[in-house]
């Protein structure tokens, strides 16, 4: 699998967030999108998965050499992000059922196997509604992380999260990720330290981006 970004820009109004953004992304490898607040972080990565239409440039998939097209993107990706919504009217095992009919989960992990991984098998059965806001991040991990793409993109991903659940993103890196293209948006060495490309939202567009990245602290 291979990300293709090619004089990539963005922008709102007439403020460019970034611009001239040329790059591959391949299988296997994991990479930080990393800057200051404001500096278009999370705008870059809804850019790669297509939530957010480039303003200048192309972004291409390409799976076996083959192109994929933009409609058909969302079957190659999973995200966990903050401002991701969950249905909140459904119980977890609900959602996860509902998730699996139009993006089908790691075949050797069942629902039931999901729930208790992420610890939350006493409230399977209630509204995440009703679930704290570290809960809600475990389910939106979970989605992500089990689900069968060769992409996974994460913004900012222990949001909200207090130690126990740090360890189990730290846990779902190590056993899930492997063969995937992986992307982090964070500042949080904690969240992206296990990347082995950095991208620094202050070097787009200049021959130090283009050239290659580089090694995450």
């Known amino acids: 699998m291979q990300i293709l970004l090619s004089d990539t820009g963005k922008r ?6 970034f611009r001239n953004f040329s790059f591959q992304f391949n299988s296997s490898e994991s990479y930080a999108i990393t800057g200051p607040n404001g500096s278009g972080k999370s705008t870059l990565l ?4 297509g939530a957010v239409a480039a303003s200048e440039g192309t972004v291409a ?8 097209e933009g409609d058909e993107m969302f ?3 999973s995200i966990a992000a903050p401002y991701q919504e969950l249905i909140e009217e459904m119980t977890l ?4 059922q509902f998730h699996r009919t139009f993006k089908p989960f790691v075949s050797s992990i069942s629902i039931e196997d999901i729930v208790s991984m992420i610890h939350l098998s006493g409230a399977a059965g209630k509204q995440i509604r009703y ?3 570290g809960m809600k ?6 989605q992500a992380f089990f689900s069968d793409t060769p992409v996974l993109l994460l913004d900012e991903p222990c949001t909200n999260l207090d130690e126990d659940g740090i360890r189990l993103y730290h846990h779902l890196i190590s056993e899930y990720s492997s ?11 904690a969240e992206y330290g296990f990347c082995n490309q950095k991208i620094f939202m202050g070097d787009i567009g200049s021959k130090k981006t283009i050239s290659g990245l580089q090694s995450a602290d």
């Open 12 to 17: 709102f109004n007439r403020d460019w967030i």
């Open 46 to 49: 809804q850019v790669i998965a």
């Open 61 to 68: 998939y390409e799976s076996g050499s083959k192109k994929v």
């Open 75 to 77: 079957r190659f990706l």
């Open 93 to 96: 095992t609900e959602f996860l």
């Open 131 to 133: 679930y704290s806001s």
């Open 137 to 142: 991040q475990r389910v939106k991990l979970a």
């Open 179 to 189: 063969n995937r293209i992986v992307i982090v948006s964070s500042n949080d060495v």
